[in-house]
T-cell receptor, first 112, second 113 residues
């Protein structure tokens, strides 16, 4: 069990560019979650998947954000036309049947 | 909707002493869970302790214990025999009616040698 893996760890991009982050959950965890954490705040929920189905999306997830989990394993989070306000730590977590959520180390996004 | 409030942005404790971190929450759910997560600097969030709301007994995990006051909607974390490695941001979180976790703003704990 290698834990939840997120790549890249850091991403610097220019405003208006598209970025994609990847999350590999703990094997056999059927649920996968995305959160966003800004400086000085706790994580805020974005969306979650049960296997490949996206079951819940936050209003924070604007139409510039899209998340997929095509085969029920890894997930990607894409942000189109990035804005400076998108700068944050993006956290992924996974769980087995909705039990305890285990977090990855996150991807820190800086939009210049 | 659920809300979680941590009123202590920062706390400090001497090594080997005891410290209590406060958390209050609000929820309309009858069945819910409460959590304390620890986030060391530049490292991933780790679960410290979990409490099921239907259980009256307070959860304990080694040096970590909670004081769960359901009527007051209070969920404080007590760390006994504090160690240098306990220094981190501590987040209180609630889960109920949905799988999403709702977090407070966190408390930064400093442990002084």
């Amino acid at each position: 069990d290698t834990g939840v893996s997120q790549n890249p760890r850091h991403k610097i991009t220019k405003r208006g560019q598209n970025v994609t982050f990847r999350c590999d959950p703990i094997s056999e965890h059927n649920r996968l979650y995305w959160y966003r954490q800004t400086l000085g705040q706790g994580p805020e929920f974005l969306t979650y998947f049960q296997n490949e189905a996206q079951l819940e999306k936050s209003r924070l997830l604007s139409d510039r954000f899209s998340a997929e989990r095509p085969k029920g394993s890894f997930s990607t989070l894409e942000i189109q036309r990035t804005e400076q306000g998108d700068s944050a730590m993006y956290l992924c977590a996974s769980s087995r049947f909705g039990n305890i959520q285990y977090f990855g180390a996150g991807t820190r996004l800086s939009v210049l | 909707a659920q809300t979680v409030t941590q009123s202590q942005p920062e706390m400090s404790v001497q090594e080997a002493e005891t410290v209590t971190l406060s958390c209050t929450y609000d929820t309309s759910e009858s069945d819910y869970y409460l959590f304390w997560y620890k986030q060391p600097p530049s490292r991933q969030m780790i679960l410290v302790i979990r409490q099921e709301a239907y259980k009256q007994q307070n959860a304990t995990e080694n040096r970590f214990s909670v004081n769960f006051q359901k009527a007051a909607k209070s969920f404080s974390l007590k760390i006994s025999d504090s160690q240098l490695g306990d220094a981190a941001m501590y987040f209180c979180a609630a889960q109920g009616g949905s799988e999403k976790l709702v977090f407070g703003k966190g408390t930064k704990l400093t442990v002084n040698p």
